[in-house]
C-alpha cells in the first residue's frame, strides 16, 4: 500500500508534562483521511464518555487536514475537537489562516493534549522540539497582548500561535480559540476546555518539507482550479464581498434573524450589507494559505480600532440578533469578541436571549443587575461582552450560552433559547430553509451550518438535484421533500473538505463533488478513491461522531430545533408565515443514514457496513 | 538586453495568501518547503500588510560584489543574477549584504535566490490578485506613476 507522508501524533500530558510522538496507523488514514475525521476516531478511542468537558480527562485535539499545508488552494484548515462543555457532547471548532499549514510544516497530523497544568503553560513547538512554557504573565492578557508576548518573548515575528483570551479561562462556554488575531476555532467552546487545562496557547514553528505526489498534477488542479472559479458563483460573491455579501443572500429570502428570531427580515438591510463594509470599511482583501478566494478583508473602524475580518455570522449575531443595524456597533463589538476569544455566535445569541425575556418579564431588573437591557442598545454591548468573558455578574449566566442560561433561570424560558443541543443557531433562519433546518437539527456538534452546509438547496437546479437524489424538490428550500436525502449526502461531502482540510468556501460550490475532491487528494498523495469510497468515508466520520454523542446519552430528542421554530410563524417579508417542522424529514434522514427511527441509534447492520463497532 | 523586464509588486493588493512562497518552493525543490522559498510574504497582521520580498536582480549587486568564491554572476541577456551552487562555499556574505533580504538560506545552509523561473515567474504566473506582475522595464514607469495619482485623479474627478 502507497504510504501517506501524514500521521504523526504528539500526545501532551499537561499534568505529567509527559509528551511522546506516535504514528497514526496507516489504515486509519485511509478510513477517515485526517482533519476532522482523524480528530473525532482519536477522541473516540481516548474517551469512555463518562468524562466531564471541563476535566483534565478530556482531551483536546488539534489536527491539520490531510491536505493542509499542501499547494492545494484553500487548504488552510486545522481542527480542534474535544467533548464540548456547550453541548455536552462531541465538539469542535475548525479555522483558517496560517497556524494549521505550519503545525504540517512542524511535521504534526494531530495534538493530543490532556490534563491539566498546575499553573498557566503555553506549548512551544518547533519541529521535534517541544516545551511546556510558563503562561503565568500571560493568564489574563487578551489574544491579540498574548499573540504579541509570546512573538516577542521567543523573538520571532511568524510563530503561529492559537490562544485564548479571558473567556477561554474564566471557562466561558462560548469561549473560542483564536489564531492569527482574528481567525476562530468558534464554536462548542473549545476555548473553554483550552482554559480548564490551564494552557493559554499554542505557538508553532515548523522547517519540514511537504511531499507532493506528483508535481505535474499538482500544478494542473492550480490551473483548473483558477478556471473553475472564473464561472463559480460563491468565488464571485466572496472574492468581492466576502461572507457581509451573505446579508443581502439571506434578507432577500427573508429568513435573517431579527431580535432573538422574533423577526426575520430587515425591509431595509443596507446599512449592514457587503457593499457598505466594502465601500466603508474594507481598506484590502485578505486571504488564508494558499487561497485564491480571499473572502477576508482588512477593515478600518476610524477611531476605534482595525483588524482582518468581517464574517457574516458576526454581523448577524452581533446585528439584527440584539437589535442592531449599524455597522460601528457591529465591528466593535466583533472586534472586542477576538480579543476576549469570545465565539461571536455564541455571544450575539446569548444576548438576544436574555433581551428577549427580560423584555417578556421573566427575569427581574434586579437579576440583570439593573442593567437597560433593550434592543439595539449599542452602549451595552461591550459592556455584556466583558462581563461574559471574566464570567462577573450576570455574565457569569450569560458565559454558559442560551440554553444553559434558561436552564438556570427556570420560568420555561428555553422556549427563547434558540438552539440545538445547547449550541446556538446561525443567522439563516431554517423556518424559511427547510434543508438548513434539518441541518441544524442532526449535526453532531449542534445546531451548525457547516455540518451540512446544504447551499445546494438554494444554488442548484431542479435537473441537478433529480440527478443525485432522485427528487427535484430536494432544491425547493420552502419543500419538505427530499430534504433527509439531501442533508446525509451534503453532511457526508462537507466531512471529506474538513478531514482534508481545505475551506468550504471552494468546496462550498466549486469542488463539491468527490470525484473533484479526489483529483485534489490523488495529486499531493498518490492514493486515489472513486466517489463511493469518498462518501463512505464521509458516512463514517459522521457515525463515529454520532457514536460518541450516544455515549453521552444523546438521542432523537436530541435532534431538535427549538418549539419556538415550529409554533411561530415568520411575522414578515418573503418568507412570511412559514414554520418548521422536521418530524417527516428527521424520519427520512434516519433512514437514509441506517439509523433506527426511535432512537435515532445507528443499526448495527450500518455499523458492521462502515467497521465500526 | 532590450527586453528586460522585473517582478513589479503591489502590495496594496497582496491577501497575504503565500500561494507565490508555495508555487516557488514546489517548481524549485519538487516539495512545499515555506523556510527555502525564494520568495515570502512578510506579514504584520495588526496592520494589515502583506509584503512579499524576493530578489530585485540589481543591476550593481551586492551580493556578487562581496562573493568571496565569485559564486554569484549575473546573465547580461536575461538581467537574472545567479548563484552557482558547485562554487558556493557557503559563508551566507550575500544573505548579509543583501539590503532586502532576497537571499534565503536553507536549513543545510546553502543560499538561494529568486531566479525569474527562467523568464516566466511563477509567483507572478500565479498571483490570485495579479499583486505580483513580471513587466518589461520599458512599461512599468508610467504604470506605476498611474497608480500613484490614481487617488488625485479621483479627487480631481478626471
Known sequence: ?613 | MTNKSILVIDVEKCTGCRLCETVCSLDHEGVVAPKETRISVIKKEETGADIPVVCQQCERPLCMEVCPSLAISRDERTGTVNIDESRCIGCSMCFMACPIGGITITKEKKMKKCDLCGGKPLCADHCPTKAIEFLPVTKVTEQKRRKGIRKMLTLLNY
Open chain 1, 1 to 613: 500500500m502507497k504510504r501517506f507522508a501524514y500521521g504523526k501524533v504528539l500526545y501532551i500530558d499537561l499534568t505529567t508534562g509527559e509528551y511522546e510522538v506516535k504514528p497514526i496507523e496507516q489504515e486509519e488514514i485511509k478510513r477517515y483521511l485526517g482533519g476532522r475525521g482523524l480528530n473525532g476516531k482519536l477522541l473516540y478511542d481516548l474517551i469512555s464518555g463518562k468524562e466531564d468537558p471541563l476535566s483534565p480527562e478530556n482531551p483536546l485535539i488539534f489536527g491539520v487536514g490531510l491536505l493542509t499545508g499542501t499547494p492545494i488552494p484553500s487548504s488552510s484548515r486545522y481542527t480542534v475537537t474535544s467533548l464540548s462543555p456547550l453541548t455536552g457532547g462531541f465538539g469542535d471548532g475548525n479555522s483558517g489562516g496560517f497556524f494549521g499549514p505550519e503545525m504540517r510544516f512542524a511535521g504534526y497530523s494531530h495534538i493530543v493534549i490532556t490534563g491539566r497544568a498546575k499553573k498557566p503553560v503555553y506549548l512551544y513547538i518547533e519541529d521535534d522540539k517541544v516545551e511546556i512554557k510558563s503562561a503565568v504573565h500571560l493568564w489574563g492578557k487578551d489574544t491579540w497582548e498574548t499573540d504579541a508576548l509570546i512573538k516577542e518573548e521567543m523573538g520571532d515575528s511568524e510563530l503561529q500561535i492559537a490562544c485564548i483570551g479571558p473567556a477561554g479561562e474564566n471557562m466561558a462556554k462560548i469561549a473560542c480559540i483564536i489564531n492569527n488575531l482574528t481567525r476562530a476555532i468558534g464554536r462548542s467552546g473549545m476555548g473553554a476546555v483550552m482554559g480548564s487545562k490551564n494552557l493559554k496557547a499554542v505557538a508553532i514553528r515548523g522547517s519540514g518539507k511537504v511531499r507532493v505526489a506528483s508535481k505535474e498534477k499538482v500544478f494542473k488542479v492550480l490551473k483548473d482550479f483558477r478556471e473553475l472559479i472564473k464561472s463559480d458563483m460563491s468565488f464571485k460573491l466572496f472574492s468581492k464581498y466576502g461572507t457581509p455579501g451573505l446579508v443581502d443572500v439571506y434578507n432577500s429570502r427573508g429568513v435573517f434573524p431579527v431580535k432573538n428570531f422574533q423577526e426575520s427580515w430587515l425591509p431595509d438591510a443596507e446599512s449592514i450589507s457587503g457593499e457598505v463594509f466594502i465601500k466603508k470599511y474594507a481598506k484590502k482583501a485578505k486571504a488564508c494559505y494558499n487561497c485564491m478566494v480571499h473572502c477576508s478583508h482588512f477593515y478600518e473602524l476610524k477611531d476605534s480600532h482595525k483588524e482582518e475580518g468581517l464574517e457574516f455570522e458576526s454581523i448577524g449575531a452581533l446585528g439584527p440578533r440584539i437589535g442592531i443595524t449599524d455597522y460601528p456597533t457591529i465591528l466593535k463589538a466583533n472586534h472586542l469578541c477576538n480579543r476576549y476569544g469570545l465565539d461571536t455566535i455564541g455571544a450575539g445569541d446569548v444576548i438576544g436571549f436574555i433581551t428577549e425575556v427580560f423584555e417578556r418579564g421573566f427575569v427581574s431588573k434586579e437579576e440583570v443587575e439593573g442593567l437597560d437591557l433593550c434592543w439595539g442598545n449599542s452602549e451595552l454591548v461591550p459592556v455584556l461582552l466583558k462581563k461574559i468573558s471574566h464570567r462577573e455578574g450576570i455574565g457569569d449566566l450569560l458565559a454558559e450560552g442560551s440554553y444553559r442560561a434558561a436552564l438556570k433561570i427556570g420560568r420555561n424560558t428555553e422556549y427563547y433559547a434558540m438552539h440545538v443541543k445547547g449550541q446556538a443557531i446561525i443567522s439563516a433562519d431554517p423556518r424559511g430553509l427547510r434543508g438548513w433546518g434539518l441541518g441544524y437539527a442532526v449535526a453532531s456538534r449542534g445546531a451548525d451550518h457547516l455540518r451540512a452546509y446544504p447551499v445546494v438547496e438554494y444554488c442548484f437546479t431542479p435537473e441537478k438535484a433529480e440527478e443525485i437524489w432522485g427528487i427535484r424538490e430536494a432544491v425547493d428550500r420552502t419543500a419538505y421533500a427530499g430534504k433527509g436525502k439531501l442533508v446525509k449526502w451534503c453532511e457526508d461531502v462537507r466531512a471529506l473538505a474538513d478531514s482534508l482540510g481545505i475551506c468550504k468556501f471552494i468546496t462550498r460550490t466549486a469542488y463539491l463533488l468527490p470525484q473533484q475532491l479526489n483529483q485534489l487528494i490523488e495529486a499531493i498523495t498518490g492514493v486515489s478513491f472513486n466517489a463511493d469510497e469518498l462518501m463512505k468515508i464521509g458516512e463514517r466520520i459522521n457515525n463515529t461522531e454520532k457514536l460518541i454523542n450516544i455515549r453521552r446519552g444523546f438521542s432523537r430528542k436530541d435532534d431538535a430545533l427549538p418549539e419556538r421554530l415550529k409554533k411561530e410563524p415568520i411575522p414578515e417579508g418573503p418568507s412570511a408565515g412559514m414554520t418548521i417542522d422536521i418530524t417527516d424529514i428527521l424520519n427520512e434522514y434516519y433512514q437514509e443514514r441506517g439509523w433506527d427511527l426511535k432512537t435515532s441509534h445507528p443499526t448495527p447492520q450500518k455499523l458492521a457496513e462502515l467497521g465500526l463497532k
